[in-house]
């Protein structure tokens, strides 16, 4: 910040404050709340907080895994899973799936969630979620660092091949990303965000704007 003060540090030292900036400030983010079958047939359903999408075609979203969760394994295994929106009537729902459970519990039970089949893949869906993307894996990363340490994350990505949207959400063939009310991570040891209506705003690309001929453009022709 030109002219003021900073708060500097390097990664490796530690950040020297009450609580780690870094996912707060990448933030908020979108929530995977992601659902798989075991090869046993159980169901599992957890949110990540470290999720996004990667590409238009082919259609690709990934989320990291701190640690080989049954999540991971089960996608390992089977290769599918799904991801569904989590909004702010499934938030309470979408935390009771955050907690630690032996892999032969059912989070949708737990939660109270309905584990809804879907069409291409075997892991069930939320029910309750008005969006969900079938999904099929492409890619299973474990991260390094810059010293090509292996971590303990594991980058799962894979392809949408199914979509599920409440046709409440669409006015005139356009999503509405507001009327669905989704929350998004915000960092910290508790924070949520949401989105509404009167948070949004537009902006259009410039690339995107409509050319228009300036002074110097028409003189050119004179």
Same mark, same amino acid.
């Given at each position: 910040?030109?002219g003021?003060?900073t708060?500097?540090?390097?990664?490796?030292?530690?950040?020297?404050?009450?609580?780690?900036?870094?996912?707060?400030?990448?933030? @908020?983010?979108? /929530? +995977?709340?992601? &659902?798989?079958?075991?090869?046993?047939?159980? $169901? #599992?359903?957890?949110?990540?907080?470290? %999720?996004?999408?990667f590409?238009?075609t @082919?259609?690709? /979203? +990934?989320?990291? &895994?701190?640690g080989?969760?049954?999540?991971? $394994? #089960?996608v390992?295994?089977?290769?599918? %899973?799904?991801?569904?929106?989590?909004?702010?009537?499934?938030?309470?729902?979408?935390?009771l799936?955050?907690?630690?459970?032996? $892999?032969?519990?059912d989070?949708?039970?737990?939660?109270?969630?309905?584990?809804?089949?879907?069409?291409?893949?075997?892991?069930?869906r939320?029910?309750?979620?008005p969006?969900?993307?079938?999904?099929?894996?492409?890619?299973?990363?474990?991260?390094?660092?810059i010293?090509?340490?292996?971590?303990?994350?594991?980058?799962?990505?894979?392809?949408?091949?199914?979509?599920?949207?409440?046709q409440?959400?669409?006015v005139?063939?356009v999503?509405d990303?507001?009327?669905?009310?989704?929350?998004?991570r915000?960092?910290?040891?508790?924070?949520?965000?949401?989105?509404?209506h009167?948070?949004?705003?537009?902006?259009?690309r410039?690339?995107?704007?409509p050319?228009?001929?300036?002074?110097?453009?028409d003189?050119?022709?004179?």
């Amino acid at each position: 910040m030109a002219g003021g003060d900073t708060h500097f540090y390097r990664t490796v030292d530690g950040h020297g404050l009450a609580h780690d900036p870094f996912n707060a400030i990448v933030g @908020p983010r979108p /929530i +995977g709340w992601i &659902s798989t079958r075991s090869v046993e047939g159980i $169901a #599992n359903l957890a949110p990540y907080s470290f %999720f996004n999408a990667f590409s238009y075609t @082919p259609p690709l /979203i +990934g989320f990291s &895994s701190i640690g080989w969760k049954d999540t991971v $394994a #089960n996608v390992e295994a089977t290769g599918e %899973f799904v991801w569904n929106l989590a909004t702010r009537p499934l938030a309470e729902a979408m935390n009771l799936t955050s907690a630690s459970l032996p $892999a032969t519990e059912d989070e949708f039970a737990c939660s109270g969630l309905t584990a809804e089949p879907s069409r291409l893949v075997s892991a069930p869906r939320v029910g309750e979620s008005p969006v969900n993307f079938e999904c099929k894996l492409t890619q299973l990363i474990r991260l390094t660092g810059i010293d090509g340490q292996d971590s303990q994350s594991w980058l799962v990505i894979g392809q949408v091949v199914a979509v599920h949207i409440d046709q409440k959400l669409l006015v005139n063939g356009v999503y509405d990303t507001a009327a669905a009310a989704p929350i998004l991570r915000a960092g910290g040891p508790a924070a949520y965000a949401g989105i509404t209506h009167e948070s949004m705003f537009s902006m259009t690309r410039p690339d995107d704007q409509p050319q228009q001929k300036g002074r110097h453009a028409d003189d050119h022709h004179r």
